[in-house]
């Protein structure tokens, strides 16, 4: 199991280039960048918006779709970043230091260019060594009991909110109302009701997508209404679309860096692609023998934390797929999707349905190959699309906001619930409280809970009995020296620069 | 005030015994906690002497703006039996277009027909999801 299979990767290659799966696929990188365009609706948002509906393709070409809306958003947030100086979500605000600059030097389509092949390399290596990292860290994971996987479960709280967000008492406050929200319901043990208030429909639970969507969703939807129009767009023309052999030549070494950062700070907690894009302009500029002209228009300024933001969201997969935890809001949505098609990610994944997993590592390979074709002749649409007037793009996003609630179980309460999570989410988000912890813990609600419950049973005469297994020792440890050292550290490093 | 809310309320479900916890084991820990979380914050936020800064103004403003664009929202759903979603999503973009300063009515006619056309090949025709059509059929 461990390591690289060959076999299974070709029979995965094989599904994943079914018609089928290939047009889930084509359709997810067109809506993925459609939705990675429009300024602050990222990956999280976009794969929110097409969960319910990937649904209907059935498990493999559901999650091939999704894996492609992945890729897509983050493709399109680098467009706008260059061509509008708007970046289309946080990981992408890097490349507009020297990308929005390169546009204004006439060299636009060059710096697309350079990101689509930069981004395909990246993602190309992360993708090797996901294929390999995953199955051994799932083999690893077999070996945890409850208290490891609680101890797991409070290392990525702890890292999670504390580098998300202003402040870590806002992210852990977001994190808590998420695990609580987890709990409305039923009682999956004793099948007592809990904060159901009376109500037959909150009996099911709260579902996860309409808050998300409208978390994220709706709640930019209504942060827009204040905001101006983006401004005017650079033009590209297709012959423009080649770099020159100088750029081409610099931009190799940022690419293979950024990969080799990107998976790295994927296998990290937190939000992955944003860390792994400002770590990797941080590194080229330290690097570079031209420092100073940084943000003026350097090509490794712009392949390099595009490159690295690519292989970070694939490296934010091993722990979703090896462990069963997500490490980030957008592998918590794809912990989402996978549980809809009744798949469950951790280490039972690779022995019940490996099939999945290689179906869905091909469809990375392929998504990131059709993103590289398709993405270049249609750069001057994506743009036009991110630059046209908030009332052509915004009412349609509303209106995707409201079918894509309803269509998770079609009941009016999730259009509701989705309601007031955009209209309470934009007014706690305008106040410093991030949204993306909140979408963990609900995520991660359930498994804490159970962990939490079992742990409680199993070390009942012994309270200090977790901590003399090693492994949960360790996360422990790490969870403390990780908030009294770093987390610090960097706050005071944010609040001094 | 939810922490305290949602600790009190855990204890009425029941937090069991070690041996057997109960269904409101869990949620008392993260009321706790969440309890814990608000009081550091409100210290913290003391010694440092935050204060609020929205103005009153501000925030009767983008109330106002808020409720204009949830409004035409809000009514989707209970169009949704009476005219069917093509419809209802029409009406819908059609008034959010006005909302987000579309001049004119004839711009916000076109965006809301491209938008429910859209949506009805996305939704009919590519995602096959069996929607309310009403008088469409």
Redesign the interface.
Known sequence: MDGINIHMFLEGLASAASPVNLGACFLGVVLGTLVGVLPGLGPTAAMSLMLPFSVRYGPEAGLIMLAGVWYGAMYGGSTTAILVNVPGEAASVATCLDGYQMARKGRAGAALALVALGSWVAGTIAVVCLQAFAPTLASVALSFGPSEFLALSLFCFVVLSGLIGESQTKGLTMLFLGLLLSTVGIDPLTGSLRFTFGSPRLMQGIDFIPVTVGIFGLAEVLRTLGVPDAGTRAQVRFRELYPSREEARRSVGPSLRGAAIGFASGLIPGPAPTVASFLSYSVERQISPRRTEFGTGMVEGVVGPESANNAAVIGAMAPLFGLGIPFSPTAAVLMAGLRMHDVDPGPMLFHKAPGIFWAFIAAMYLANAMLLVLNLPLVGVFARIATSPKYVLLPFVSAICLLGAYCVRFSPLDIWIMLAAGVIGFFLQRRGFPPAPLVVGMVLGPLAEGNFRLTVQLFRDQWWGPFLRPITLSLVLAAVVFQLVVVRRLRRHLVEG | M??AG?LV?SFG??VG???????????A???L??LV??L??VV?ACKDGRTVA?SEGELRR?TR??IG??AP??S??PLLPVTG?VLA?FF??LA???????KGWV??FA??LA?AG??YV??DL????D?PRGPLG
């Open positions: 939810l922490g949602v309320s479900l029941g015994s070690p041996a057997s916890p109960g269904p409101g084991a869990f949620p820990t993260v009321g906690l969440m979380t608000a550091i914050g913290g929205a983008t703006e808020i664009a949830i929202l809000v989707w759903y979603y999503t819908v973009v959010e277009a006005k909302v987000f300063g579309a711009r916000s965006v809301a938008s859209l949506l996305l939704f590519l995602f096959y999801i929607l």
